[in-house]
């Protein structure tokens, strides 16, 4: 039999699951099962009530929030009421209430005023311009000017030639040096004004040969299509944004392809839900005994799955499924006459 599964948060660490229209299997020993997880075991069920004309399971969930993530599709089996869907699973609170805290890492900024205002106590040393500066007097004619009148009555005229010639000599040297300096200056404040005058040239740039230099602006990339988009979502916003389940079933084959064998079974049983022949086909060969591939998204056959989705196509009108739905019922009369009896009751629930 086939029923629905709702599943709801209940106490701390605990699950309910909702079996729809299944009140008279109260009290029957009852397992639930994640297929699509082989690393979960099979959980217990620990109470069973009755609400209306609906079961209802309480599981530990406490260490299934470590692996299951809320708002997220995942597979539900209840092997004793030969039972599968797929359900939302909740936000279920830990008994075990980690809670994260949150650090302040906030830094205070540095402070740089100090610095600034050391750079802004430095001076500049006064420079005296040039033109301030004394002109190189003359010493040496005050200093021998005596030498005339010191004894004037002795003196002969060859000691006066001499005298004046020298005094000329240092006076011309005097004047020779003070030149040379002045001369000096003179080129430098030239060059000073000539550098200060060409800079401003310097730094104006030309506009129109920059612009001619640049490359052509590149072309602007087309906008991704929607099966493109799709490709980066989860499932949910998947199912809830597709437009058809044509789209939903075509991105689950796309998933299965590049090995997101839990991504694809999900999307897959979504549209098969939603009336989708073709994602029907493809989980009927994915759980059929006779197409089963090891190290598929499948961990194991189940033969009663592969004829329910096989059925369910041939009834929504596909005609591929009529081959593969042959295929397995004579690989079940083979297992029924060796005696199998699942195989025997598989024919008699699903072959009319």
Not at 7 to 22: C, D, H, R, S
Request: aromatic share 4%.
């Amino acid at each position: 039999m086939s029923s629905q599964l709702k599943i709801l948060a209940a106490a701390p660490g605990e699950a309910v699951i909702v079996v729809v229209g299944q009140a008279a299997q109260y009290g029957t020993v009852l397992t639930i099962s994640f297929p699509q997880f082989s690393s979960i075991a099979s959980q217990k069920v620990l109470q069973q009530f009755v609400e209306g004309d609906n079961l209802l399971l309480t599981i530990d969930a406490d260490s299934l929030g470590d692996i299951l993530e809320p708002d997220s599709p995942y597979q539900i089996k209840i092997p004793e009421l030969d039972c599968l869907a797929t359900v939302i699973w909740p936000e279920i609170i830990g008994k075990r209430g980690n809670s994260k805290g949150v650090i302040n890492t906030a830094s205070n900024p540095l402070k740089t005023t100090q610095i600034i205002k050391e750079q802004e106590k430095i001076e500049e040393p006064d420079i005296l311009p040039q033109e301030d500066q004394p002109e190189p007097s003359e010493p040496i004619v005050e200093e021998e000017a005596p030498l005339i009148h010191e004894e004037p009555k002795k003196s002969t005229s060859k000691q006066i030639i001499a005298a004046i010639i020298t005094i000329i000599v240092i006076t011309g040297a005097g004047g020779g040096i003070w030149y040379m300096k002045h001369q000096q200056s003179q080129p430098e404040v030239k060059k000073e004004q000539v550098v200060k005058k060409e800079e401003p040239k310097k730094e104006q740039p030309k506009v129109p040969e920059v612009a001619k230099t640049q490359p052509p602006a590149p072309p602007p990339k087309p906008e991704p299509s929607l099966a493109e988009t799709l490709q980066k979502m989860p499932v949910p916003d998947v199912i809830n944004k597709a437009p058809n389940t044509a789209m939903i079933t075509k991105e689950g084959e796309r998933r299965l392809a590049v090995k997101q064998y839990d991504d694809g079974v999900l999307l897959l049983e979504n549209a098969a839900s939603k009336g989708d022949t073709v994602a029907m086909l493809k989980l009927g060969l994915l759980y059929s005994p006779v197409d089963f591939k090891e190290g598929g998204a499948i961990p194991s056959p189940d033969m009663r799955e592969a004829a329910r989705y096989f059925q369910k196509a041939v009834e929504n009108g596909s005609k591929e499924a009529a081959a593969p739905r042959a295929a397995l019922k004579e690989w079940l009369i083979k297992k029924a006459e060796s005696g199998d009896d699942m195989a025997r009751l598989t024919i008699k629930d699903f072959w009319k």
